[in-house]
């Protein structure tokens, strides 16, 4: 630091002396130019005047009176000295300074005598000549001529007709014009030593408040940080104005930081030979899978969408169970992620191959966006994916509705997207393609046929209904023969293989092998298996959970009783829960919450009327509970989608006015969106999370509340139609339909012993961490690269094993 500002001070010394010198420079020479031409213009007009009266005199021959006339014609003494000259060079007369006019050369007056013209000069006087003749060569001044003088000396002829008779001289103290540049010089060097030293002083000032003091705190932050002293979050205050770097740094420390407990978990895994799958892990492990090959996915749903938002752009993610459970798994894998840009600004964030990388602020794979038409969308995604295929494959009592056109266009999109897979595999050997969900069960035979070499896995997120339901549908045959183009079919639990085997074996000429599940079709193999999906497993917050609840040491070193921590959530979250209760305007009560798309399969309205039921059949719990429903917008141009929209809000609204007393209302519904952040602080402030889906494939909230809950409290009240129920014993099983069971199963909750609570929370969390959404990847995609390609030469043998047994 004391090199730099010593570099800073010499560089703004040479610069702002360089700068000053320059524009004095041109100053003086300015300054100069001006005093010499008005003294130019003075002189010459002077002689002008005189020229007619000395001319006359001349010519008259009367040359003895040209000095008394000279002597009245120079009327003041600061007026130009004046010389007459006769045609030889001789000086007739002479007035004013006579001491220059006595030294003017025969040269200067050659050109006015002879050539009849005017001259004029700038001279020193006494000249140098003189000046070496001086007894004291160091003196400026020689003998008896005084100092060293600027003069003007002008001459012009004297006429009688056409004949030259004479020169008169005029010599001009010019003096002052050098006196005035040197003092023009004298003001600007105290300027420039003002200027320096001012600017000098406000720099270094500016250095040590604005980038010494930051640079220190900052660096004195990241020791402590690097010594595990600090949080990443404290980071913003220390490094002041320096945010954009403090971001960057905060980022980059989060990635140690992770990197670094990721490496402790891993040491401590593989310590305890446990089998839990860490993003890492997943990463390792794909890499060596796929070889020379790459990973590919396909959705319909995008993971990061741009749209507009007031005036201004945001990224958003989408509330997806399809997105949540992927969007970890490419960040570890990375690869591309084709899906369709639906975000109203998404065209402007992609390059001209229409990919952009992903997370925007911290990419780790590619993105690639498709376009669809107005009609594209409204007939593949609104009509056949969700009036038809979503309604069919869940039992929510929706009629699907199948229309020939929208049956056109879900074929046509699931052509455009084989094309675009295509397109982007081209240079892949052996390529992995792993599609997402009902919107393309065509896409597997498109691909297959275009690139046998291609692996395939499809993963359908929702049920598969039993082969009776799923027969209505007009296209059933080449629904699942689209499907079987796949090399893995992957469904969340072993009842939907099952479904799906039957479906086959009762539609499609086709051998079921119900012993491998798999089918054999055209001499192609499909593998039909149960792929349970889950969540990320987030290692930071079970740690800290395990240090509260198992009684090991915290952070003052301080062995905890494991009971009293029982009831203690940590510090943070505590901060939390009463943060978000304030805010919601509901202190003291007990917060009962609900998070999902707005969805008829969710079971919304059928969970309002359990609250409403508790409400009149336990009045106790007036003002003492409130339920916060958050619902995110979904599919929000389909008819039975507006109509549930409806039917809740008529539902929030009719309850409120039962029961709301003074300022209490039973149910907050917020519709809209919300950060993963925001939905997390909901999930941590909960004392009870209701999950009544009255079907779903999997569902990722119920999992997402008990990754939430480090703090090892909360009641989980789950439906036995969501798939999540065959994991999830220690929930609250409710059949959904059954209100007074609900109602009931919130009141067991409320009620519930804070030791049993821990204790179904921890087995619950337990299940979650060993089965996160890591190992679900693992095993699709080991599946899928354990494929045999026909005709393929095997590089690596390993590779078409079956390792995972964790
Ligand atoms: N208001 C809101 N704001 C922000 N985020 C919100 C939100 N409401 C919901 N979300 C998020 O959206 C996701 C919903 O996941 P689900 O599994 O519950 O249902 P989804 O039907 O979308 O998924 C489909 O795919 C998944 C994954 O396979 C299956 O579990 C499921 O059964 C199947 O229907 C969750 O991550 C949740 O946090
Ligand atoms: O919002 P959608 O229509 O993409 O649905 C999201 C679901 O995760 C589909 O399984």
């Avoid at 990721?262 to 305890?272: P, Q």
């Avoid at 069919?392 to 084989?418: G, S």
């Avoid at 009962?592 to 409403?612: N, Q, S």
């Avoid at 095993?779 to 899928?784: A, E, G, N």
């Amino acid at each position: 630091m004391h090199f730099f500002r010593l570099r800073l001070v010499a560089a703004l010394l040479v610069g702002i002396t360089l700068i000053s010198v320059g524009s004095t420079y041109f100053d003086v020479l300015t300054h100069k130019h001006n005093l010499s031409t008005d003294l130019e213009r003075r002189t010459k007009w002077y002689g002008a005047s005189l020229q007619p009266q000395v001319e006359q005199q001349m010519t008259m021959a009367h040359p003895e009176a040209v000095p008394q006339l000279l002597q009245r014609l120079r009327l003041y003494p600061d007026q130009p000295g004046l010389a007459v000259y006769d045609t030889h060079g001789q000086l007739v007369a002479a007035t004013g300074n006579v001491t220059p006019l006595r030294t003017i050369s025969q040269n200067f007056l050659k050109r006015p005598l002879t050539e009849g013209k005017e001259i004029a000069a700038f001279v020193k006087f006494p000249p140098r000549g003189l000046l070496s003749l001086a007894s004291d060569k160091r003196s400026a001044e020689p003998a008896g001529y005084g100092p060293v003088r600027l003069w003007y000396e002008y001459a012009i002829p004297l006429h009688n007709g056409q004949l030259t008779v004479g020169a008169l001289v005029m010599v001009a103290d010019a003096d002052y014009i050098r006196q005035a540049s040197v003092d023009v010089w004298r003001r600007s060097f105290l300027n420039i030593a003002a200027m320096v030293i001012l600017v000098v002083v406000v720099t270094l000032l500016m250095v040590r408040w604005f980038l010494q003091e930051p640079v220190t705190r900052a660096a004195e932050w990241l020791r402590q940080l690097r010594q595990g002293k600090v949080h990443i979050g404290e980071a913003a205050k220390e490094f002041g104005y320096l945010v954009p770097i403090a971001n960057e740094v905060t980022s980059l420390a989060e990635h140690l930081t992770k990197a670094r407990a990721a490496a402790e978990t891993e040491a401590r895994l593989r310590d305890a030979a446990e089998h839990v799958w860490t993003a890492h892990r997943l990463a390792v492990h794909v890499r060596e899978k796929l070889g020379n090959g790459k990973l590919y996915v396909v959705s319909n749903r995008e993971p990061y969408m741009h749209v507009k938002q007031c005036s201004t752009v945001e990224c958003v993610v989408p509330p997806s169970g399809l997105v949540t459970a992927l969007e970890p798994v490419l960040q570890a894998c990375d690869g591309t992620w084709i899906a369709h840009g639906s975000g109203s600004e998404d065209a402007a964030f992609v390059d001209e191959h229409d990919h952009l990388r992903v997370p925007p602020d911290d990419p780790r794979y590619t993105l690639r966006r498709v376009w669809l038409s107005e009609e594209e969308v409204s007939g593949h995604y609104e009509g056949f994916s969700n009036e038809g295929l979503w309604p069919l494959c869940h039992m929510a009592h929706t009629r699907p509705i199948f229309r020939v056109q929208d049956w056109e266009y879900y074929q046509q999109v699931n052509a455009k997207f084989a094309e675009v897979l295509v397109e982007e595999m081209r240079d892949t050997e052996h390529p992995v393609v792993f599609i997402q969900d009902y919107h393309f069960a065509l896409l597997p035979r498109m691909v297959k046929n275009l690139r046998p070499d291609a692996r395939v896995a499809i993963f359908w997120h929702i049920p598969w209904p039993n082969a009776e339901a799923f027969s209505i549908c007009p296209w059933q045959a080449e629904l699942l023969d689209g499907l079987l183009g796949a090399d893995v079919i992957g469904f969340h639990i072993q009842s939907h293989c099952n479904n799906f085997l039957d479906t086959v074996d009762r539609t499609l000429e086709a051998r079921t092998d119900w012993e491998q599940f798999s089918i054999l079709r055209g001499g192609h193999t499909s593998l039909v298996k149960p792929f349970p999906i889950s969540v990320a497993w987030d290692e930071h917050m079970t740690e800290q959970a395990e240090n509260v609840h198992h009684g090991s040491l915290n952070g003052a070193g301080l062995k905890k009783d494991a009971e009293d921590s029982w009831n203690r959530l940590p510090d943070s979250d505590e901060r939390l829960h009463s943060d978000l209760h304030r805010e919601l305007g509901i202190e003291g009560k007990h917060l009962l919450v609900g998070v999902d798309r707005m969805d008829y399969t969710k079971g919304i309205v059928e969970r309002l009327l359990a609250v409403e039921y508790l409400l009149d059949e336990h009045p106790w719990y007036l003002e003492k509970i409130v339920f916060a429903q958050i619902a995110a917008p979904s599919r929000t141009r389909v008819p039975s989608y507006i109509a549930l929209k409806a039917q809740v809000e008529e539902t929030v609204e009719r309850i409120n006015r039962k029961f709301e007393k003074s300022g209490w209302k039973p149910v907050i519904l917020i519709e809209r969106q919300c950060s993963h952040k925001e939905v997390t602080r909901y999930y941590k402030a909960a004392d009870i999370c209701l999950v009544t889906s009255l079907h779903d494939g999997m569902n990722l909230v119920s999992k997402e509340f008990l990754a939430a809950r480090s703090d090892g409290d909360g009641v989980l009240i789950l439906s036995r139609f969501a798939g999540a129920a065959q994991e999830l014993r220690d929930a609250l099983t409710v059949n959904p339909y059954d209100v007074r069971q609900v109602a009931e199963a919130i009141r067991t909750g409320l009620e519930m012993s804070p030791g049993e609570r821990r204790l179904r929370i921890d087995r619950m969390r337990q299940q979650i961490k060993e089965h996160n959404v890591y190992r679900w990847a693992a095993m699709v995609l080991t599946d899928v690269c354990a494929v045999r390609i026909e005709g393929e030469v095997l590089a690596d043998p390993g590779r078409h094993q079956h390792p995972v047994t964790a």
